[in-house]
Each structure stands twice: as structure tokens, then as C-alpha cells.
């Protein structure tokens, strides 16, 4: 294979490699999630959020407390009473490290859904020391934390979010950005613009690269074509 062909086999994989970047849909990466690790990556790609997990919750960012799931129907108030307990373990630790702070919003969601809340709703449950936070994991909270949950209006008036559909990704999306800090975390639309115009540049300089390989190729041939033409042309002297 000559140097022309190997660059052009070059560009056109570089091509690719774009172009499967920009390709990226968030609803595709979450319908087509097999599990909840999956529906992790699908967020942290799509908000280029920092992967940090070493308090054995899923993702605190920038004051925001992700939970996630793989396709649990959070619609369902139960459902969801169980995954925000679940949270409110976490961020009971938080308040007994005395670190409350650190979450000011919880996101619970799954391949599907999505919920948004203020952790200062959870208030009376987190401080309280009615429940059992030693003897139960937070992935089977206790029984009667869930129960509260449940019966409490917060979950009544919060907005469940259907990650189908574009409008709905469009709000959720939208309000998320809102609460991460604008200065760590660039919206979507901007990231692909500034993308675009590095693609766009990139492709001057592939093209100005194969324009100096073809006329180095040029010369090259040019030369040889010129030193056998010139051997030919002078004649031989016997002896």
C-alpha cells in the first residue's frame, strides 16, 4: 500500500471516529442500557459529569446526588419511595459527617424517567432518629423509612419526567443544567458547536497535509522520471 492510499485509510477512519462521536444520542444510550451501570454511563457522557464514587453512592456533582437505576417504573409511588429512602441513607450520612451541604438536590432516575427534588424536603426524615440507619443497607432501607416516604405529599406534587420524549428531556435537561455549575459544565449544544469548528479545522489541516504529500509524491516521481529519462539519453561508451 503506498503513502497516498495509508493517509486516505487514515482520514476516513479518523472520519468515522467522528462522526460516531456526534452521533451520540441520549435516548438511544438509554433504551439500549441492559443495566443500571449502563444507564449511569448514558448520564455521565451526556452531562460530562466526573465519574467520583468513593462514598458508595452513585454520584454527588456540584451539590446534585444522582440515583440510579436500571428500569423500575418510578412513576410508581412505591417504587419510588424505595429508591429515594435508599438516598436519604446517603444523605443521612452526609448530615452525620456534617456534610449536608455537599447535597443540596437529589436525581433519581432510570432508562426511562426521571425525578428532580430538593434534599431539604427529606429533612424530617433524614435528621430523624426514628429509623434504623445502622442495621439496615441502603439498598434495603428500613421498611418503616419507606413507608413515610410514601404517605408524605413530596412525592404527590413532583413532576415525573419521561425521558422518551424530547420536550421532557428538553425540560429536564434544561433544569439540571440549571443547578450544575455553569462554569464546569458546558450544555450540549455549546460542546457540539466547539466541536464542529475543531472538526472543521482539523479537516484543513488533513487537507493541506495530503495536498503536501501528493506534491512531495509529485516531485518525488518527477525526479526519478527525469534522472531515467536523462540515463537513457546519454550514450555508452565501449571500450
Not at 446534585?64 to 446517603?90: C, H, N, P
Not at 424530617?124 to 404517605?151: G, T
Request: aromatic letters at 12%; proline letters at 3%.
Amino acid at each position: 500500500m503506498g503513502a497516498w492510499e495509508e493517509q486516505a485509510k487514515r482520514t476516513n477512519q479518523q472520519g468515522k471516529l467522528w462522526s460516531e462521536a456526534q452521533e451520540f444520542s441520549f435516548i438511544e444510550a438509554l433504551q439500549s442500557a441492559t443495566n443500571e451501570e449502563e444507564v449511569k454511563a448514558a448520564y455521565i457522557r451526556e452531562f460530562s459529569l466526573p465519574v467520583k464514587t468513593q462514598e458508595r453512592h452513585d454520584l454527588v456533582v456540584n451539590k446534585v446526588l444522582f440515583e440510579f437505576k436500571y428500569s423500575v417504573k418510578l412513576g410508581d409511588i412505591e417504587v419510588a419511595a424505595k429508591v429515594i429512602a435508599q438516598a436519604i441513607y446517603y444523605i443521612n450520612r452526609l448530615f452525620k459527617k456534617g456534610r449536608i451541604n455537599e447535597a443540596e438536590y437529589l436525581v433519581i432516575a432510570d432508562k426511562d424517567e426521571a425525578r428532580f427534588f430538593k434534599v431539604a424536603e427529606f429533612q424530617l426524615f433524614y435528621e430523624s432518629c426514628e429509623y434504623q440507619w445502622d442495621n439496615f443497607r441502603p439498598s434495603s432501607p428500613d421498611p418503616k423509612l419507606i413507608e413515610a416516604v410514601k404517605n408524605s405529599k413530596i412525592l404527590e406534587s413532583n413532576r415525573i419526567y419521561k425521558l422518551t420524549s424530547q420536550d421532557e428531556l428538553h425540560l429536564f435537561s434544561s433544569r439540571l443544567y440549571k443547578v450544575l455549575s455553569p462554569s464546569n459544565f458546558i450544555p450540549k449544544s455549546t460542546e457540539k458547536s466547539r466541536k464542529a469548528d475543531n472538526f472543521s479545522k482539523s479537516k484543513f489541516m488533513i487537507v493541506g497535509f495530503i495536498f503536501i504529500v501528493m506534491l512531495s509524491l509529485g516531485i518525488v516521481l518527477g525526479s526519478q522520471h527525469y534522472f531515467t529519462h536523462l540515463n537513457k539519453s546519454i550514450p555508452t561508451h565501449k571500450d
